[in-house]
């Protein structure tokens, strides 16, 4: 008898655990999984602004979205969430936006979404319709992802990272630098490459902007550093490498506190805040910092000092200070590139690279920052020089990876300035400050990337990349 009642019970146990497995699956296979959101600037007039996904494939409406369900993240910003359920057969959608104000002055209203991987900006021109319902704009395409283009892989472990950027550096910057030089950069060595767009949430990027892209994987608005466009902050590649156990170090010719060491070190609403920028770096985790700005640097010599920095104003004091002190060199007043006698960038990798290089690896950024100034000044003979200056800098990066196959050498630029145009120009003598066409400005060219080393091919295996596309790269890597 008690045997029996026994089996009864535990087969009254092995019935409940099934019904509690079934009932539990049939949850969660109808939980709602948030895939992403939207967010858009919305103008106050958009009272009746709505919007659908509507399925490109079956060309039908596949769920409305109206105002009411719209989250007011701040002043104008409104967010809406993207769930699983309504993309479910979705694989090719059109988010259509209308409002029924007819009589608005056109302006550019903006979209982003984040769908688990992919990022989208898409720039909505708002367009006077004949009837009530104007077309703002449409957001197309998620499998696509027309706006940033392919984002590469890879499913090597990257264990070193050096990253370089010349500032400014159009293709035709490196071209008239292979003039120049009368021979085959040490850049243009390197086989694998790809091309790079630059845009911020504006057509033509800044610096700050673009540095926030290439060390964070997201666009923000011009000057904005290590920051979102609604002013979050977001994680730089030199967090992530930190907090997983890399060495981290920048080096460049400019101040250290300029954009792209900024945007790779900190996060600030304005590259012009430069003492506020110096003060967060004296407080920052980077192993090793050496460029220019010893202006700005000497006001927080205390707190370079409570904060375990060195802090050196020679190269030749580098190698007097032990492997494991974090080290912030200022090696000329403002920009190394003003100095009559300056400190040659690949000097100062060569300095750096053994004082980052342990087990568990590391990540170098390095700027060759000044191609830009000259750029922008219109001066062909100093940038050349800068541009030079930066070629020698990649030498010894590339004899670097020839020895260490576990690194990843990448090499691009932030956008390109001046609007460098060589057409005709085939020697040397023809290289005159005439050849700037863009009156000092930034453009929208297409940048060049290289990449040499660990994944270089994966991540050059697209003709076309994103800016933002080279963190989730690396942050893949690094993770593997
Ligand atoms: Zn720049």
């Not at 984002?151 to 035709?172: A, F, H, L, Q, R």
């Not at 003060?279 to 000092?305: A, K």
């Not at 660990?454 to 989730?472: E, F, G, H, R």
Request: aromatic fraction near 10%.
């Amino acid at each position: 008898m008690k045997l029996k009642e026994n089996k009864i019970t535990n087969l009254c146990i092995i019935v409940l655990i099934l019904m509690i497995v079934l009932a539990s699956s049939i949850y969660f296979s109808k939980k709602e999984k948030t895939l992403g959101k939207i967010y858009f600037d919305k103008p106050a007039s958009w009272e009746h602004v709505y919007a659908y996904l509507y399925d490109s494939n079956t060309q039908t409406t596949s769920e409305q979205i109206s105002v009411s369900e719209l989250k007011q993240e701040k002043d104008y910003i409104y967010s809406y969430e993207i769930t699983n359920h309504m993309l479910k057969n979705l694989d090719n959608f059109t988010i259509v936006f209308h409002s029924d104000i007819a009589n608005e002055n056109p302006n550019q209203y903006r979209v982003e979404a984040n769908f688990e991987g992919y990022n989208k900006i898409y720039h909505l021109q708002y367009g006077i319709g004949e009837n009530n319902t104007n077309t703002i704009g449409e957001w197309l395409d998620y499998n696509e992802n027309i706006n940033i283009g392919k984002i590469p892989t890879t499913e090597n472990k990257i264990k070193n990272v050096i990253y370089m950027i010349g500032d400014g550096m159009g293709e035709n910057h490196i071209l008239a630098g292979q003039l120049y030089k009368g021979q085959t950069l040490n850049l243009q060595k390197i086989k694998d490459k790809t091309y790079v767009k630059t845009a911020s949430t504006s057509t033509v990027t800044d610096s700050a902007a673009a540095a926030t892209a290439l060390s964070s994987g997201y666009k923000t608005n011009n000057a904005v550093l290590g920051k979102d466009q609604y002013g979050n902050n977001v994680e730089n590649i030199m967090e992530y490498s930190n907090a997983k156990g890399l060495k981290t170090g920048i080096v460049c010719t400019q101040i250290l506190n300029h954009a792209t060491p900024a945007g790779f070190s900190i996060h600030n609403e304005h590259r012009y805040n430069y003492e506020k920028i110096a003060e967060s770096q004296t407080q920052s985790f980077i192993d090793i910092m050496l460029g220019g700005g010893r202006n700005y640097f000497s006001q927080y010599e205390q707190n370079m000092l409570n904060n375990n920095y060195k802090w050196i104003n020679h190269l030749s004091e580098l190698n007097k200070i032990a492997q494991n002190e974090k080290v912030i060199g200022t090696f000329a007043n403002e920009s190394i590139s003003k100095e009559n006698i300056r400190t040659p960038l690949a000097d100062m990798v060569e300095a750096v690279i053994p004082r980052l290089e342990n087990e568990n690896g590391f990540i170098l950024m390095i700027e060759g920052s000044d191609i830009d100034t000259y750029s922008h000044e219109g001066n062909m003979a100093k940038m050349l020089t800068e541009l030079i200056d930066f070629d020698d800098a990649i030498k010894v990066a590339i004899e670097y990876v020839d020895t260490h196959p576990d690194t990843l050498l990448i090499v691009t630029a932030d956008h390109e300035t001046g609007g460098l145009n060589l057409d005709g120009v085939t020697s040397k003598q023809q290289l005159q400050d005439s050849l700037f066409t863009s009156y000092g400005a930034h453009t929208e060219t297409n940048v060049l990337l290289y990449a040499y080393g660990n994944s270089a091919n994966d991540l050059t295996k697209y003709d076309v990349i994103d800016n933002t596309s080279i963190y989730k790269f690396l942050k893949q890597g690094l993770s593997n």
